[in-house]
């Protein structure tokens, strides 16, 4: 293993960690609201995808940090561990330059998305009344 | 220039799971590739949905309402069973990872104690942790949202 695999690995597994806070706090405000009702993730009411409780989210400067960071980490501890299981297969070195090429694409473009879609969701909560 | 050793993989993917006559420890591999592989196909789609907020509430109903209501009940709690297995076993495989997990090293007196066995009880904690997640989750998913 080269330092720089060695330097990538580790960042997957820092990686890893991170997204086991910010994805249980996503999980807990999203999926568990019922069980652990946290009035300031959902102030609007039990629905946590009712808009107006989407808007309030949207709002927090916290919450689109968060979402920026769980999109970045998210992608980056996913596809990396996807071009780990695809390198086991032992491609050919073209391929293997293809494959990692195809993946940064795909998670620079994503991650590029996900923090515009965040960015303007806080605009667009921003300029609701209410 | 030293002879490097090559391992042709000769089993593949199958080898995730016929690998060899191994313990409990290479089906949770098997199941945190598994889960993985999901969670990341999940969210490469669920970055585009959740961008709809961007664009106002109509736009955000109408994608909400095109992934609500049965099968994608499920698939949400599939989703949620995933993330709860893959975090726990992976906090595991990280603290095995870093040698928190795997015991001093020690001269090689019968009865030998593996490294694998100095872990296994944290796996079973990890594991009995994911199951009661899943459980409290059902519950909020089936019973509390009313689906």
């Known amino acids: 293993m080269s330092m720089k695999d060695t330097k990538l690995w580790t960042w997957h597994m820092a990686a890893g960690v991170i997204i086991l806070v910010l994805l249980g706090a996503h999980m807990l405000t999203m999926h568990l609201n019922g069980v652990l009702p946290i009035e300031s993730l959902n102030p609007a009411g039990d629905d946590p995808l009712d808009w107006a409780n989407v808007v309030a989210r949207g709002r927090e400067v916290s919450q689109v940090f968060g979402y920026i960071f769980l999109v970045g980490f998210g992608l980056f501890h996913g596809l990396y561990g996807l071009r780990n299981i695809l390198f ?27 923090a515009w879609s965040a960015v303007a969701a806080r605009t667009m909560a921003l300029s609701v009344s209410g | 220039m030293p002879e490097v050793k090559k391992y042709p993989n000769r089993l593949g993917i199958k080898g995730w799971l016929l690998g060899g006559k191994w313990g409990p420890e290479r089906y949770l591999y098997f199941l945190h590739r598994v889960t993985g592989l999901g969670l990341l196909f999940y969210f490469l789609i669920h970055i585009f949905v959740v961008s709809s907020r961007s664009f106002g509430q ?67 904690v990890m594991m009995i942790l994911a199951a009661i997640l899943i459980v409290v989750g059902g519950y909020d998913f089936f019973v509390l949202a009313g689906h």
């Open chain 1, 88 to 114: 086991e297969l032992n491609p050919a070195a073209g391929l293997k330059r293809l494959i990692s090429v195809v993946l940064l694409l795909l998670g620079l473009g994503l991650f590029v998305y996900g």
């Open chain 2, 58 to 124: 109509e736009q955000w109903e109408t994608a909400m309402g095109r992934v609500t209501g049965g099968i994608f009940v499920v698939g949400e709690f599939l989703v949620f069973v995933a993330f709860a297995f893959h975090a726990l076993n992976g906090l595991r495989l990280v603290l095995v990872e870093l040698g928190i997990l795997t015991g001093k090293a020690e001269d090689p007196v019968f009865p030998y104690r593996s490294s694998l066995n100095v872990q296994r009880p944290f796996m079973i």
